[in-house]
């Protein structure tokens, strides 16, 4: 049997809201997902990568659009050395300074020191409002990834 998970990373990958704010998410996760296995957060010391797992699509430079799957596994091993302290680089396509947060996943993904779940959600995402609810519930912008595994 397979799983999934809806995941809400802050868009900064070194945001942490407050223990209350991230505990208070989870309530409130909790009541738009009632049929979810289990809804949790986590925090980690370093900037971890939050990928759709089998939904993976591949991934684009969001400078000039080329497929950077040719170059995408270099770079974000050279980018781990460091805990992905730094995510900044050169795109070897055009030239251009980019973060790896910034790159345009065809099925969206995230960096992130913080990460809400919800496991087998039984939905397909939030709605807007929910969403922008969630968002000021942590004092942060999110990226929604849905993970399948």
């Given at each position: 049997m397979s799983d999934n998970w809806l995941q809400y990373i802050p868009t900064?990958?070194?945001?942490?809201?407050?223990?209350n704010a991230a505990n208070d998410a989870v309530k409130l996760l909790e009541a738009f997902f009632p049929l979810a296995e289990e809804v949790k957060f986590e925090i980690s010391d370093s900037v971890n990568f939050y990928h759709p797992g089998a939904n993976w699509s591949g991934v684009e430079c969001l400078n000039c659009g080329v497929n950077a799957e040719?170059?995408?596994d270099d770079v974000?091993?050279?980018a781990a050395e460091s805990q992905f302290r730094?995510?900044?680089f050169i795109a070897p396509c055009c030239g251009a300074e980019?973060?790896?947060n910034n790159l345009k996943f065809i099925w969206p993904a995230?960096?992130?020191s913080f990460v809400l779940e919800a496991m087998?959600?039984?939905s397909?995402?939030?709605?807007?409002?929910q969403f922008t609810l969630l968002e000021s519930t942590l004092e942060c912008s999110l990226r929604e990834v849905a993970v399948h595994l």
């Open positions: 900064n990958p070194e945001f942490i809201p407050t223990i040719s170059w995408w974000m091993d050279q730094s995510l900044t980019v973060s790896l995230a960096f992130g087998n959600p039984r397909k995402n939030l709605s807007s409002e």
